[in-house]
Nanobody
């Protein structure tokens, strides 16, 4: 059974930082691409960042470039999203997702499994 469990969300002031963690189980972690998405209240889910298998090529949505980083630890079956210089518009529920295969794109339909999410609130 594939499981993705996010943690690390919370309340932070604008300009602050948070690191979200996603711990996976039920599959060979190193073989798959992984992504982070978010959904703000009243809005559609949107892509945030993704990392491929192997060398871990990364892709980010424009609004978080230079502020967020994504990394993976294949030994620990964990993918991290480090968020710096947080803004009020980053407030959302953040979801970890596993790709259908080794690649990782910004399209939600390329992801097969999703976690339950962790809430991030940025106060201005």
């Amino acid at each position: 059974q594939v499981l993705l469990v996010e943690s690390g969300g919370g309340l932070v002031q604008a300009g602050g930082s948070l690191t979200l963690s996603c711990t996976a189980s039920g599959f060979i972690f190193s073989n798959y691409g992984l992504g982070w998405f978010r959904q703000a209240p009243g809005k559609e889910r949107e892509f945030v960042a993704a990392i491929t298998w192997g060398r871990g090529e990364r892709v980010f949505t424009d609004s978080v470039k230079g502020r967020f980083t994504i990394s993976r630890d294949n030994a620990m079956n964990t993918v991290l999203l480090r968020m710096n210089s947080l803004k009020a518009e980053d407030t959302a529920r953040y979801y970890c997702a596993r790709s259908h295969g080794p690649s990782a794109t910004n399209g939600s339909d390329t992801y097969a499994y999703w976690g339950q999410g962790t809430r991030v609130t940025v106060s201005s």
